[in-house]
């Protein structure tokens, strides 16, 4: 089984910046693709940020030139690091990653979501 625990959400004010983080643990050979995601107007989940296990990133529209994500293989972890944050960026920020464990299985796993609020 794998957990992913996120940390470093919390109450910005307009313009300011927050750093997610996000690790993995259990049973994981390796993890592919990790990506952040939030609700979408209608409700729909968002791909806000994903890189690949090479570092291949892919952004939505409206985060380009505003966050960054990154990761480190060797601590399991993916971080979303968010400048210039606007209130409708507030959200529940979820992370998810495809991870193959030691039985070769690969699944996808979602964190419990972390709280980002955007509010002057």
């Known amino acids: 089984q794998v957990q992913l625990v996120e940390s470093g959400g919390g109450l910005v004010q307009p313009g300011g910046s927050l750093r997610l983080s996000c690790a993995a643990s259990?049973?994981?050979?390796?993890?592919?693709?990790m990506g952040w995601y939030r609700q979408a107007p209608g409700n729909q989940r968002e791909l806000v940020a994903s890189?690949?296990?090479?570092?291949?990133?892919n952004y939505a529209d409206s985060v380009k030139g505003r966050f960054t994500i990154s990761r480190d293989n060797a601590k399991n972890t993916v971080y979303l690091q968010m400048n210039s944050l606007k209130p409708e960026d507030t959200d529940v920020y979820h992370c998810?990653?495809?991870?193959?464990?030691?039985?070769?299985?690969?699944?996808?796993?979602w964190g419990q979501g972390t709280q980002v609020t955007v509010s002057s």
């Open positions: 890189i690949t296990r090479a570092g291949s990133t």
């Open positions: 259990g049973s994981i050979l390796r993890i592919y693709d």
């Open positions: 998810n990653a495809e991870v193959q464990s030691w039985n070769l299985r690969r699944n996808n796993y």
